[in-house]
């Protein structure tokens, strides 16, 4: 009887955990005819900031994405609420930025945040938060050193410049024999949500763009109006649900909550506004 009594209780949580699956997110499947990420890249030269944005919703949220973006990488961390009490909490966050095209031609494609904001709704996912960010940088298999392109005029804000950044970026990860699916940090800032939302709602919150000593270069900026985006901007999307103490809940309850906010952000209080919204003209 006490055999099955122990045995029972070291199950337990197991079984809890495997009755509260997250769900994997609704990434639909790739069109083998659909554009190649230099194809799309080209095409989107020319085009006007909010057609380049339309096209950037269109292509992904068709599916038109590398494989390997659609494998998740399930991370665990103990962290500690507002109170002091620790927690488990398990996670599941992209292994890469979003990008455009096949496995073998694609291209991370910088967007606004509520380009960002539409796909993470229409896949069940969530933008990350800073303090997200910092624990995909510390669990990243492949991590590399910024690089940083010098202002002139707008050019950072250009198609060419994204293009010219990723190709940089695949040249870094194959000197660091990185592979594509494995969890990579340090090559963009993140669009992340932030309590400053609420008081900036026609804002864009980045932060990270981690160094190789862990500290990133952009602290949590609300600078920026909500259409601008550089090459430097990446979008990080983890899955909206998540495990915490064996049991199923979301990104947005635990940041709504006044206590449970600390387990995935470092800022002052619960986000009253946890999604990017437009606002009217």
């Not at 337990?12 to 609704?26: D, V, Y």
């Not at 507002?82 to 927690?87: C, I, K, N, P």
């Not at 309850?253 to 600390?262: A, M, R």
């Amino acid at each position: 009887m006490r055999t099955r009594l122990f045995l029972f209780l070291i199950l337990f949580p197991l079984f809890s955990i495997a009755q509260n699956k997250i769900t994997p997110l609704q990434i639909p499947e790739r069109n083998p005819d659909a554009e190649t990420g230099s194809e799309f890249m080209q095409r989107m030269i020319p085009l006007k900031l909010e057609e380049r944005e339309e096209e950037i919703f269109k292509a992904l949220a068709s599916g038109n994405m590398p494989d390997f973006l659609r494998e998740p990488i399930r991370l665990t961390s103990m962290f500690t609420d507002a109170l002091g009490q620790t927690h488990d909490l398990i996670y599941e966050v992209l292994p890469d930025y979003l990008a455009i095209g096949s496995n073998e031609d694609y291209c991370r494609i910088p967007m606004n945040p509520h380009t960002a904001q539409g796909l993470a709704d229409a896949f069940g996912a969530s933008l990350i938060t800073a303090k997200i960010s910092d624990q995909i940088y510390q669990h990243a298999e492949v991590k590399l050193d910024p690089y940083f392109y010098k202002p002139v005029g707008r050019e950072n804000e250009s198609v060419e410049k994204f293009i010219l950044h990723n190709t940089q970026i695949e040249q870094q990860k194959k000197e660091a024999q990185g592979q594509n699916g494995q969890l990579i940090a340090g090559i963009k800032k993140d669009v992340i949500l932030s309590n400053r939302l609420a008081n900036s709602p026609s804002k864009v919150v980045i932060y990270g763009w981690h160094k190789l000593d862990g500290l990133p270069i952009q602290p949590i900026y609300s600078g920026h109006v909500d259409w601008y985006v550089d090459y430097s901007h990446g979008i990080r999307l983890m899955n909206q649900e998540l495990i915490l103490d064996g049991e199923l809940t979301t990104v947005s309850k635990i940041l709504g909550d006044s206590v449970l906010f600390q387990l995935l952000s470092d800022e002052d209080g619960p986000l009253v506004q946890m999604r990017y919204q437009k606002t009217p003209d």
